[in-house]
């Protein structure tokens, strides 16, 4: 694994209530590792605690920490975006995480296909497992500026 020293903005649109990223602390050539801190402005809280089913954003957001990597070190890329277009597991041992939590997300790239991937998705508080997400992603490719669309 590289450890890396990126802004997260650069490589996800996320802002504000929706960015759950605090720190990317690994990428490598086939994943990315996240740092995330529970807060009151997360999406989904509410009583002290986070719905677990906001785990789906952030190995989402994970995934695309590693697209956003990858695709900024192609030489010459204009960029793109990623639209989750399929959740094919979600699998969580916890019903609400609380305030505060630390929480560490992989999401590997387990497939591709032309511009398609597929993702597995780990998070853990400490060393136990609270979520395992399979998410399938189309990746939308940026046009060249140049490019004439008649």
Do not use: C
């Not at 990858?70 to 995480?97: C, H, M, P, Q």
Request: net charge negative.
């Amino acid at each position: 694994m590289i450890m890396i020293d990126i802004t997260i903005e650069e490589l996800i649109p996320h802002r504000n209530r929706m960015k759950l990223i605090n720190k990317v602390i690994e990428i490598d050539g086939e994943s990315a590792v996240t740092e995330s801190i529970v807060t009151k402005q997360w999406p989904l809280f509410e009583d002290n605690s986070v719905n677990t089913i906001i785990l789906i954003e952030l190995v989402a957001q994970t995934a695309g920490i590693y697209i956003g990597w990858r695709e900024k070190k192609k030489e010459g890329n204009t960029g793109g975006k990623g639209w989750i277009v399929g959740i094919k597991k979600a699998i969580f041992s916890l019903d609400k995480i609380p305030l505060n939590t630390r929480i560490i997300a992989r999401s590997k790239q387990t497939f591709s296909f032309e511009d398609f991937y597929e993702f597995l998705g780990i998070a853990k508080i400490g060393s136990d497992v609270i979520g395992e997400i399979v998410l399938q992603v189309f990746v939308q490719r940026e046009l060249d500026s140049g490019m004439n669309m008649q």
